[in-house]
């Protein structure tokens, strides 16, 4: 009966090790952890970039994964599987690719998704639906794709989007409440599009918006003056290198926190006098590359908080004396490339905190008129509150090439047309004011800056001169004294302090001097002449505790 079971137990292993091979074959293949051509090194991330990929790979361990990284490769289509798996995900770039459709369940799982690009690529339209399921997503860039138009269903559902891309695409137009579904957006790229006409109701629900770019685009005229009036919390407003004509009056009248304003690179020549009205925050304005002629004169009046005014490579003749006089914050101003042939003095006397001011490129007339901008410019130069300006004349010709800080009041003529000078007096910083054509001419300011100069030198050396013969008063005396004292005595003033012993108090051989004196019975009972006491705290090292109440003043100061 034993040997039928020994025959059982060494038949039953070689069956068992028979059918394991088999049982494997069965299996379906194991994927890798890591698809082949992508890169796994840092956690939670897998780099596919720039791999010459034609679709999406798969992973292992998709629940893992946060960072996708599918840029630069060859992928056209995003089907609905690709990355169902992909629940965990946060961000996923598809960037430079040639992806032409988006199937609308393509990201249906990724509900915790909070980038997503799609910029550089080729899709035509952004179907409605297609990203409802993205409802914690901050950051959509769809730039430089070929998106003709844009519907409200097109954002349906993103309701924490922070940052939208869409420019560099072939949009047209803007309907009505395009962004209706965008309640937390901050920033708005739509420029280098093809956009000639913006709804009225174009922005509705945008009331965070804080940064808007429309520039590049082909806009005529902006004539609906509520256009902007859903843009409450508007900072930027970027409408550079359009084709507009025409403003409509009151245009930024409901944007009461715009800071900056461009406007550059239009075909602007002329400019309603209400055109800026309400903007009393804004900070920068740059009007740089139009065809003004002129500015009215209470056209920036509204400006009160107003820095920053570029009006370069315009056609302007004249200023109005009064065109900045309510600019009292100006501190840059750019008047270059114009036709400017001359200024009123008074033109910035407004403006004291101007230390910028670009006037170079005009057909300067270097006449009896610019009298009062070269005294101007001479007094606030003197004060080193301005950079260097230059104003490089063109007429007369006598004068061709000069620049007008190096030339004489003798030196400028009467105006070619036989007009008036119109030299009038203009107050300085100080208060004072610069005289007339006709009247006397006050001091040099340069003249005037060496003499105080030289007057302070002087009181500077006076003092000086004081304090050494007060010192060298002091040595000298002193060493009348030490040659006068005994030597004994002498050897009291050491740098040293003298070794105390427990009794007394005082040295052993410091008292040995002082014998003839009645015993003390501490060292304060010690006279002057006998020891002199230096304050401990001079010498505590910095860690000491009396050395403390500066750091903590440190610390107070520098503290978060």
Known sequence: MGAPRRVRLMVLPRVLWGSVPLFLLLLPPAEPICPEPCDCQQHQHLLCTNRGLRSVPKAAEPQDILTYSLGGNFIANISAFDFHRLAGLQ?????????????????????????????NNLLPALAPGTLSALAKLRILYV???EIVRLSAASFSGLSSLVKLRLDGNELGSLGDSTFSDLPNLLYLHLESNRIRWLSRGAFTGLAKLRFLDLSGNKQSSLRHPDIFGPLRSLHTLLLASNSLQQLAGGLFQHLPSLAKLSLSGNRLAHLAPDAFMGLSSLKELRLEGNLLSHLPAALLEPLSSLEVLDLSRNVLTALHPTTFSRLSCLRELSLRENALATLPGELF????????????GNAWSCDCRLRGLKHWLGSWHSQGRLLTVFVQCRLPPTLAGKYLDYLQDAQLPPPEDGGPCHDSAFPSS??????AAGGPRGPDQQLLTLVLLAVNALLLFAALAAWGSRLLRKKVLGRRRRKAAPVHVRQ??????????MG??????????QSHRPPRGAACALSEADLIEFPCERFIDSGGGSSRHGDDHLLQRFAD
């Not at 006397?349 to 170079?360: G, H, I, V």
């Not at 100080?430 to 005289?435: F, I, L």
């Open 430 to 435: 100080a208060g004072s004011a610069v005289a």
């Open 349 to 360: 006397a407004s403006s004291p905190a101007l230390y910028r001011l670009e006037l170079e």
């Open 91 to 119: 961000r996923l770039d598809l960037q430079y690719n040639r992806i032409r459709s988006l199937h609308p369940k393509a990201f249906e799982r990724l509900g915790r998704l909070e980038e997503l690009y799609l910029g």
């Open 504 to 513: 007394t108090g005082v040295s052993n051989d410091f008292s040995g001097f």
């Open 492 to 501: 009291l003033y050491s740098t040293r302090r003298p070794l105390r012993s």
């Open 143 to 145: 730039n430089a794709n």
